[in-house]
Nanobody
Framework: QVQLVESGGGLVQAGGSLRLSCAAS????????MGWLRQAPGKEREFVAA????????YYSDSVKGRFTISRDNTKNTVYLQMNSLKPEDTAVYFC?????????????????WGQGTQVTVSS
């Protein structure tokens, strides 16, 4: 089992920045690909970004590419999401999730473990 706990969400004005963290405990964190996904009110959960086990491969959704940066520190069992130039449409609950494979990591069903989520609200 892997337990994931997100932190760093909050309220920010448009154009601002936030850094989300996801701390993992349990089985070997460094053996998992990690992703960030989000769910806005009334919408389906969607992929945001993912990073493979050693950080050498990264994917972003088109909506956040160039504004968000995913990274991980396997010595701290933590994955991060740096969010810059935030927009009101980025408002959502952000989840981190772990997958035993990087294959099709942009799809939700590959993720085995999920955190509880952290709220990000961007005001206009």
């Amino acid at each position: 089992q892997v337990q994931l706990v997100e932190s760093g969400g909050g309220l920010v004005q448009a154009g601002g920045s936030l850094r989300l963290s996801c701390a993992a405990s349990g089985r070997a964190f460094s053996s998992y690909a990690m992703g960030w996904l989000r769910q806005a009110p009334g919408k389906e959960r969607e992929f945001v970004a993912a990073i493979n086990e050693n950080g050498g491969r990264i994917y972003y959704s088109d909506s956040v590419k160039g504004r968000f940066t995913i990274s991980r520190d396997n010595t701290k069992n933590t994955v991060y999401l740096q969010m810059n130039s935030l927009k009101p449409e980025d408002t959502a609950v952000y989840f981190c999730a772990g997958s035993s494979t990087f294959y099709k990591v942009t799809t939700l069903h590959v993720y085995d473990y999920w955190g509880q989520g952290t709220q990000v609200t961007v005001s206009s």
